[in-house]
């Protein structure tokens, strides 16, 4: 136990040394290098981007930006890498994410710079490192953009962002098909039973019903008319049938030899 706590100490002591003596001059040594490093590469990997697109009449108008769009999009995404893994990087599958793609980078910037000398040697492009330059060069337009993508989804907040939107989606979606199914069913048992007999013989019942009432309805309309039309008839009837009568009795008073006044 001594021995380790000596150890202990002892350990202490050189790691304070170190953190003292030459740490912030190391970390400034390596961003040098990596600086340089990337303006080498940069230089090397937009001569050659320049040069692949400069025959192209989809780059003919902007070629002089569009040369630099594989340059500032590899070169930052290098950096990038580096410091998203010494300082926001927190989660364990995009810190290893961001550690494959930092190697897929920098041998990108390799193959560049090589691929730019060898031209600027042989005073011409080979037709593989022309189709390098022309369809495959340009994908970084649109590789480095989801790879970052992708290291912001992996990121520990946003995971857990992304869990819960995905559940409360799961739940709307389960919530809208159970309410769909009780729709279905309560339409399904309206139907069932419209189609019982019970409710066909109320349905009559009640077409009866309505008939009946409605006819009544429409008897006591026109009674009140046939009534007074039946009572003039009968009054008149009766007056013609009083003239009848007494025309014939007078007739026969005169064939009696009496006289008759009207």
């Known amino acids: 136990m001594k021995d380790f706590d000596k150890y202990k100490r002892r350990a202490e002591r050189i790691s ?23 303006v080498v590469t940069g230089v090397q990997t937009h001569a050659l981007a320049y ?25 930052g995404t290098a950096v990038g890498l580096i410091l998203g893994r010494l300082y926001w990087f927190k989660g364990t599958e995009q810190r290893k994410l961001g550690h494959a793609a930092s190697y897929v980078i920098w041998a990108t910037l390799a193959f560049n710079t090589i691929a730019q000398f060898t031209m600027s040697n042989g005073g011409g492009m080979p037709d593989p490192l022309l189709f390098y330059v022309r369809y495959v060069l340009p994908l970084s337009i649109v590789a480095v953009p989801y790879l970052w ?3 912001l989804d992996l990121e520990p907040d946003s995971q857990e962002r992304i869990a819960t939107l995905e559940v409360e989606a799961e739940y709307n979606a389960q919530w809208r098909q159970i309410v769909r199914d009780q729709n279905e069913q309560l339409i399904s048992a309206y139907r069932d ?15 009866e019903k309505a008939a009946i009432e409605n006819a009544t309805r429409i008897i006591g309309l026109i009674e009140a008319p046939v009534d007074r039309l039946a009572d ?12 009848v009568y007494t025309s014939n009795w007078a007739r026969s008073q005169r064939g009696n030899g009496q006289s008759v006044v009207d």
Not at 51 to 59: D, E, F, V
């Open 16 to 38: 304070a040394a170190a953190e003292q003596s030459g740490g912030g001059f190391g970390r400034l040594l390596a961003w040098l290098m990596i600086v340089v490093g990337v």
């Open 232 to 243: 003039e008839y009968d009054q008149a009837a009766g007056q013609k049938r009083a003239g």
């Open 193 to 207: 039973g419209m189609n019982s007999q019970r409710v066909r013989d109320a349905v009559a019942r009640l077409t």
């Open 51 to 75: 040069n692949g697109m400069r025959g192209s009449i989809l780059y003919r108008a902007w070629l002089d930006i569009a040369s630099w769009l594989p340059v500032v999009l590899l070169e």
């Open 149 to 151: 993508k992708w290291i």
